[in-house]
């Protein structure tokens, strides 16, 4: 080819190349790989984390309680998915949604009031020795069914100050209280030390707001029935720490009950369909069936 000829196709070359790339829906993401040990179960999993933008996807290991599925948030949409890979099936979760399971658990939670009222009626011609073993059972099984349990305590982050390089990332300690009992330990590092965290803190921080969101709402429509209705985002604490967390101990009672290590964090093309539920898979509706 001459000089001529490759100045005159040159342009053109870059023409079509760029118009490749503005057309393609792939999309500069990153992953996260997360080693989960249930040490009740004992063996270890591996959860992936991946986040592009306004979404965020984490699989699902089998547990103890759960198959394999995964979580969806999509912050452009202001929804969540969970897919149930074992059943081929997902629920969709937006604000809407939560507000008609809210109103139809309020409904139950209604019901389930009026029911003990006409309980507490009855046992008032029951003998006092018989009705305190009843009124015993009943709140052994039902603890919150008299109306007045109390809410959920509002966890507390506490900054220990204890330094450590956790999974090769210089890490500060925190501990989670609820109630005064730790709950959580975390280990968290600067973003900037992550692998693409900066770019996707906005995402995760969403998330753990649109979560709490929700279930604070679908809890409030429980009224007493429910105070400790709902639980803690995966991100929960993440506003407070303003870190990214590479190990995060559970506990129960004061025993570790899990802990969740952060293994690799690499940048991988990731296509808009990883954010969809399969094909082929169901939509099922959420609230009683």
Same mark, same amino acid.
């Given at each position: 080819?001459?000089?001529?000829?490759?100045?005159? @196709? $040159?342009?053109?070359?870059?023409?079509?190349?760029?118009?490749?790339?503005? *057309?393609? +829906?792939?999309? *500069?993401?990153?992953?996260?790989?997360?080693?989960?040990?249930?040490?009740?179960?004992?063996?270890?999993?591996?959860? !992936?984390?991946?986040?592009?933008?306004?979404?965020?996807?984490?699989?699902? *290991? %089998?547990?103890?309680?759960?198959?394999?599925?995964?979580?969806?948030?999509?912050?452009?949409?202001?929804?969540?998915?969970?897919?149930?890979?074992?059943?081929? =099936?997902?629920?969709?979760?937006? !604000?809407?949604?939560?507000?008609?399971?809210?109103?139809?658990?309020?409904?139950? =939670?209604? #019901?389930?009031? &009026?029911?003990?009222?006409?309980?507490?009626? #009855?046992?008032?011609?029951? +003998? !006092?020795? #018989?009705?305190?073993?009843? &009124?015993?059972?009943?709140? &052994?099984?039902? +603890?919150?069914?008299?109306? /007045? *349990?109390? @809410?959920? %305590?509002?966890?507390?982050?506490?900054?220990?100050?204890?330094?450590?390089?956790?999974?090769?990332? %210089?890490?500060?300690?925190?501990?989670?209280? $609820?109630?005064?009992?730790?709950?959580?330990?975390?280990?968290?590092?600067?973003?900037? /030390?992550?692998?693409?965290?900066?770019?996707?803190? !906005?995402?995760?921080?969403?998330?753990?707001?649109?979560?709490? #969101?929700?279930?604070? =709402?679908?809890? &409030?429509?429980?009224?007493?029935?429910? %105070?400790?209705?709902?639980?803690?985002?995966?991100?929960?604490?993440?506003?407070?720490?303003?870190?990214? +967390?590479?190990?995060?101990?559970?506990?129960?009672?004061?025993?570790?009950?899990?802990?969740?290590?952060?293994? =690799?964090?690499? $940048? $991988?093309?990731?296509?808009?369909?990883?954010?969809?539920?399969?094909?082929?898979?169901?939509?099922?509706?959420?609230?009683?069936?």
């Amino acid at each position: 080819m001459t000089n001529l000829a490759y100045a005159r @196709s $040159r342009p053109a070359s870059l023409t079509i190349l760029l118009l490749i790339l503005l *057309a393609s +829906p792939l999309a *500069a993401g990153v992953v996260y790989e997360i080693e989960v040990t249930d040490h009740a179960a004992g063996e270890p999993s591996t959860t !992936e984390l991946a986040a592009e933008g306004k979404m965020l996807k984490m699989s699902i *290991a %089998p547990g103890r309680t759960s198959g394999r599925g995964e979580m969806i948030f999509r912050g452009d949409r202001r929804e969540m998915v969970v897919v149930d890979h074992d059943d081929k =099936s997902y629920v969709v979760m937006d !604000e809407a949604t939560a507000k008609q399971l809210a109103d139809q658990l309020g409904g139950v =939670s209604d #019901q389930m009031k &009026e029911a003990m009222k006409r309980v507490e009626e #009855q046992l008032k011609n029951v +003998p !006092e020795d #018989q009705r305190a073993m009843v &009124e015993k059972m009943l709140k &052994e099984r039902m +603890p919150n069914m008299g109306g /007045n *349990a109390p @809410s959920r %305590p509002a966890n507390e982050y506490k900054r220990t100050g204890q330094r450590a390089t956790k999974a090769g990332y %210089p890490c500060v300690r925190y501990d989670v209280l $609820r109630g005064g009992e730790k709950v959580r330990e975390m280990w968290v590092t600067d973003w900037d /030390n992550v692998e693409g965290a900066r770019e996707v803190r !906005e995402a995760m921080l969403d998330m753990a707001d649109f979560f709490e #969101q929700i279930m604070s =709402s679908l809890s &409030e429509s429980l009224g007493g029935l429910g %105070p400790a209705f709902g639980g803690d985002s995966p991100f929960d604490g993440l506003r407070e720490m303003d870190g990214f +967390p590479v190990v995060v101990r559970e506990f129960d009672g004061g025993e570790l009950e899990s802990e969740s290590t952060l293994r =690799s964090a690499r $940048r $991988r093309t990731l296509d808009p369909a990883d954010f969809e539920p399969p094909a082929g898979y169901k939509r099922r509706s959420m609230g009683p069936q």
